[in-house]
């Protein structure tokens, strides 16, 4: 495996399927090892039970997006499945949704940095395929968290309710917490 023991400071968090229809997070493992990469690409899988799998150790450098630099700065979140040709089941959903909350609050990753792997600058490619909505991750939310609470860690389901109102006012009447701790 390459890298070392230093740990990586995370400002994004890459989003991508896996363009196959593997079973688990083990048949991804082996097919990135068969190409020599030393271990699983992503720091984490989403299989199709909606299971989420650690992969490579976040102390690590991935092997996801080279493109601008991103395997040394980025968390690496994958779905199973080819999003290409079939929309992301509800189950994979939610666990994607619930997994990028949490990886972004604890890594103080601002919204806007929850990126698709082709909209990393320099990426050549679908990834992570035509049915996979970013928007569905915050990213088109940047002007209306700004607006309620800049610089703040938004539920993408408190931004939608908020933007509701004709005046976009209201009162946040639930804390955020996270599974570690914040």
Request: glycine letters at 12%; one cysteine or more; hydrophobic letters at 35%.
């Amino acid at each position: 495996m390459q890298g070392g023991s230093k740990q990586c400071k995370h400002t994004h968090i890459i989003v991508h399927h896996t363009g196959a229809e593997e079973k688990n997070a083990e048949q991804v493992k082996q097919y990135h090892l068969s190409l020599g990469w030393g271990d699983i690409g992503y720091n984490y899988v989403i299989e199709r039970s909606g299971q989420v799998v650690e992969g490579r150790p976040l102390d690590l450098p991935g092997a996801h997006c080279r493109a601008g630099g991103m395997n040394h700065c980025s968390i690496g979140v994958s779905v199973i499945g080819n999003l290409e040709k079939h929309p992301l089941p509800q189950v994979q959903h939610e666990a994607l949704w619930g997994l990028l909350q949490e990886l972004a609050g604890r890594h103080r990753i601002p919204v806007e940095n929850i990126l698709g792997h082709r909209e990393v600058p320099g990426a050549a490619t679908a990834c992570p395929g035509k049915f996979m909505d970013m928007n569905c991750c915050g990213a088109s939310n940047k002007q209306q968290e700004q607006r309620i609470m800049p610089g703040s860690y938004i539920r993408r389901e408190l931004m939608l309710l908020l933007s509701k109102s004709k005046d976009f006012t209201g009162y946040i009447l639930m804390a955020y917490s996270f599974r570690f701790g914040y």
